[in-house]
């Protein structure tokens, strides 16, 4: 049920990895991180979600705010996730049309 | 129907537990893998807007849930739910970004064989079925 968090620089990109649990709990821990994130300057943002065990519509709803903060200063938030069990869930709540969604961290970056 | 039930205080520490406790049940009734992580996000789903509404503190009712395998599959009826408001402006909450509480529901419905939701009083009773084969 534990949350972490790290962050790195790749070249113009902000990298965040994010690994373990993501709901009602452990959300507002990643929403901290992502509003820490956008106000040290950092807009355009890959969230790393291959360490991800779990995920659930209050995680979704943070990813969609920092999604909202980031493009207010241009900037862009993408996602790494290649677990089916996460992907279903954008699936079905149509988030897919909405995060651009890639396989691989060196895909997100290319 | 061999029932298991499990009250959780309303807060939101508890919801992972719920999670746990669930999922085993429903892999010992013979759930798929695959299922029971769906089984998962369901107790999640039906549980955030309970432990996310404003009852908190020991005067506030606890959460009911009770699972078990039926002839239709893995059934969790859960009891005690706030009814979701389509206020996403949680002034209260301010640590979340908060999608529409419906949305909820439709992961509940995209995910479960069946699911349903009726007044219980002035709260909410929630039940969902995943199939075991």
């Known amino acids: 049920m534990e949350l972490t968090l790290e962050h790195r620089t790749e070249g113009d990109t902000t990298v965040l990895d994010v690994a373990g649990e993501v709901d009602v709990y452990t959300a507002p821990k990643l929403r901290e991180k992502l509003v820490e994130l956008v106000s040290d300057g950092h807009y355009d943002i890959v969230v790393d979600m291959t360490k991800v065990e779990f995920l659930d519509s209050t995680g979704l709803g943070v990813l969609v705010g920092g999604l909202k903060r980031v493009r207010s200063h241009n900037g862009s938030l993408e996602l790494v996730c290649n677990q089916e069990r996460i992907l279903k869930i954008f699936r079905i709540t149509g988030l897919t049309k909405v995060f651009p969604i890639h396989d691989t961290l060196e895909e997100a970056l290319s | ?133």
């Open chain 2, 1 to 133: 129907m061999s029932t298991t039930e499990l009250r959780i205080p309303r807060d939101p520490a508890f919801v992972g537990l719920a999670r746990l406790v669930v999922a085993q049940a429903a892999r010992l009734a013979g759930v798929p893998q695959d299922r029971v992580e769906d089984v998962k996000i369901a107790v999640a789903e039906a549980l955030a807007n309970a432990t996310g509404s404003d009852r908190f503190g020991d005067s506030a009712a606890p959460i009911e849930l009770r699972f078990g395998r039926t002839s239709g599959g893995f059934e969790v009826v859960v009891l005690g739910l706030d009814h979701p408001t389509s206020d996403v402006n949680d002034t209260e909450h301010p640590g979340l970004d908060l999608l529409d509480p419906k949305l909820s529901f439709t992961l509940i419905e995209g995910l479960t064989d069946e699911f349903s939701h009726e007044p219980d009083g002035d709260l909410m009773r929630l039940r969902f079925v995943v199939g075991t084969s």
